[in-house]
């Protein structure tokens, strides 16, 4: 039982360039998440998904896209990255989504956008 | 969403105990309260929740007054492993997780 796993772990862009996050979860998990967090800040929410097929804007969602294809997994992509974007992106998963359930999170994937 | 306001950081000595506060003067009726710790590189873990009176786990007790304003997160006989960053949060039960907020937190360094 892996949890949350997160690909990649470190990438590198050039401003203008694309990309995809993957996150994948083997918990069964209806909701997933995903965070953005800047250095010496919190996590902030950028879109989430009530369940395969549908998502949704969180906080900052712009810049960004989504999609779930799959209940397991959950992409977060970026069209034309910016050095705005440079941060520390967390998915996470819970199986209700209430805020009385645990919300599981990955390891991280750093982006450095040059 | 409710707001909350913890102390940026705390320096504590191996074997204390302690006492983080969080202040969350607007909580809503339907709120709960819950607490996570992030290590440097890694997400959030879970280690708490309650909504009022106190809450005792393993790892930590949560203590929340009778007026909901604040809260208390208890960490007994803290060891070096326990230095990471202490994140409360103030969300409701009606399925908004996603409306969850993460503020600063308070960096806890836990010394030799």
């Known amino acids: 039982n892996a949890g949350v796993t997160q690909t990649p772990k470190f990438r590198v862009l050039k401003t203008g360039q694309s990309m995809t996050l993957l996150c994948a979860q083997d918990m069964n998990h209806e909701y997933m998440y995903w965070y953005r967090q800047d250095p010496g800040m919190g996590l902030r929410l950028i879109h989430y998904?009530?369940?395969?097929?549908?998502?949704a804007k969180g906080e900052v969602p712009d810049g960004y896209n989504v999609s779930r294809l799959k209940k397991q997994n959950f992409l977060l992509g970026l069209e034309s990255a910016a050095p705005s974007q440079t941060s520390v992106y967390f998915c996470a998963s819970s199986y209700l989504g209430q805020a009385t359930e645990t919300q599981y999170f990955g390891p991280g994937t750093r982006l450095l956008v040059l | 969403l409710a707001k909350t306001t913890q102390p940026i950081s705390m320096d504590s000595y191996e074997g204390q105990e302690v006492n983080i506060t969080c202040s969350h003067n607007?909580?809503?009726?339907?709120?709960?309260i819950t607490w996570y710790q992030q290590f440097p590189s890694q997400g959030p873990r879970f280690i708490i929740q309650?909504?009022?009176t106190k809450v005792t786990n393993e790892v930590a007790s949560l203590f929340i007054p009778a007026d909901r304003k604040s809260s208390t997160l208890s960490l007994p006989r803290v060891s070096l492993s326990d230095t990471a960053v202490y994140y409360c949060?103030?969300?409701?039960?009606?399925?908004?997780?996603?409306?969850?907020?993460f503020g600063s937190g308070t960096q806890l360094t836990v010394l030799p």
């Open positions: 607007n909580i809503a009726t339907n709120d709960y």
């Open positions: 998904s009530v369940g395969e097929g549908t998502t």
């Open positions: 949060l103030v969300g409701g039960s009606s399925g908004s997780a996603r409306q969850l907020t």
């Open positions: 309650g909504y009022k």
